[in-house]
C-alpha cells in the first residue's frame, strides 16, 4: 500500500523561512517526477516546483526563493522556501510520479505568512 506524508507547513511571518518535506512509501516503480503543487483558496492548483534526475524546475512566482531536492534512495523530496509572502499562503501538496498509472499526490500541508 502506498503512503505518501509531508510535514512541515505552518504558520510564518512575512519574510521567514518554511521546510516542506515528502517521504513515500510501498512505491514499486522509479520515481520519474517528484514535486510540490499548491492550491490558494478559490484558486486552482498550481505548480511550485518539480524535480526530475536532478534537474529542478521552478514557477515564476517563487523562482530565487525556493530549492526543491530529492533523495532517490528514500523516495523523498523536500521544498526549502524562503523570504514568504502573504501570497505563498495555500495548501501545499507533494506530488511523486512514477507514470500515469502511479502518480501519487500527499494530503496536503497548510502554509500560512502573515504580514
Known amino acids: 500500500q502506498v503512503h505518501i506524508v509531508e510535514s512541515g507547513g505552518g504558520l510564518v511571518q512575512v519574510g521567514g523561512s518554511l521546510r516542506l518535506s515528502c517521504a513515500g512509501s510501498g512505491i514499486t516503480r522509479s520515481i520519474y517526477v517528484m514535486g510540490w503543487y499548491r492550491q490558494a483558496p478559490g484558486a486552482e492548483r498550481e505548480l511550485v516546483a518539480t524535480?526530475?534526475?536532478?534537474?529542478?524546475n521552478y514557477a515564476d512566482a517563487v523562482k530565487g526563493r525556493c530549492t526543491i531536492s530529492r533523495d532517490n534512495a528514500k523516495n523523498t523530496v523536500d521544498l526549502q522556501m524562503d523570504s514568504l509572502k502573504p501570497e505563498d499562503t495555500a495548501v501545499y501538496y507533494c506530488?511523486?510520479?512514477?507514470?500515469?498509472?502511479?502518480?501519487?499526490w500527499g494530503q496536503g500541508t497548510q502554509v500560512t505568512v502573515s504580514s
Open positions: 506530488r511523486l510520479f512514477a507514470s500515469w498509472r502511479d502518480d501519487y
Open positions: 524535480i526530475t534526475s536532478g534537474t529542478p
